[in-house]
């Protein structure tokens, strides 16, 4: 698979669709995941910004279009939608694909690097024997990022995050 022919996007935002795509692939490599699995993570991959250049005005508003774009184009995978229509807010009721596509849109190689980030590569190479572990820390990271920038928090966000911590939703 790649991006479909309905995407918009650009050159830069294609270079980090590649690279969100190779990460998953090397993990679904190291983690011995099966090729159905490793498939789905692909395709959520290729799809979770197809839409990100697309003049949408809401930027959260690009995952829940190219899902719907994707499903209407056939993908009938419920994970591998959710994964894409979540990806920039987390989903408690993610199964694995959304939380590794969480994690590789997060900790791509070529993130511009800041203090809070710079550690994104050694966060990456843990991932295949700490999932559940960097997957707090990235949305922790994520999180405080929306306070930080005053935004509120969706309540998939929130109930995301109660899932990662062992405690209820709102």
């Given amino acids: 698979m790649s991006l479909p022919a309905w995407a918009e996007v650009s050159p830069a935002r294609r270079a980090h669709i590649d690279r969100v795509v190779a990460l998953l692939d090397q993990w679904a490599t190291a983690m011995h995941v099966s090729p159905q699995e490793r498939e789905r993570w692909l395709r959520a991959g290729w799809l979770h910004d197809a839409l990100r250049d697309a003049p949408l005005g809401d930027p959260l508003a690009h995952g829940p279009l190219a899902a719907a774009r994707a499903a209407t184009d056939g993908e009938t995978d419920r994970g591998v939608l959710d994964a894409v229509r979540y990806h920039t807010v987390g989903f408690a009721g993610w199964d694995e694909v959304g939380r590794m596509l969480y994690l590789a849109d997060f900790l791509e190689p070529a993130r ?59």
């Fill in 112 to 170: 511009k690097p800041t203090a809070a980030t710079a550690d994104h590569t050694q966060l990456a190479q843990r991932v295949p024997k700490e999932r559940a572990a960097v997957l707090r820390e990235v949305a922790r990271r994520r999180i405080e990022w929306m306070l930080r920038s005053a935004w509120m928090l969706p309540d998939e966000t929130v109930g995301f995050w109660n899932s990662l911590v062992g405690r209820p939703g709102r």
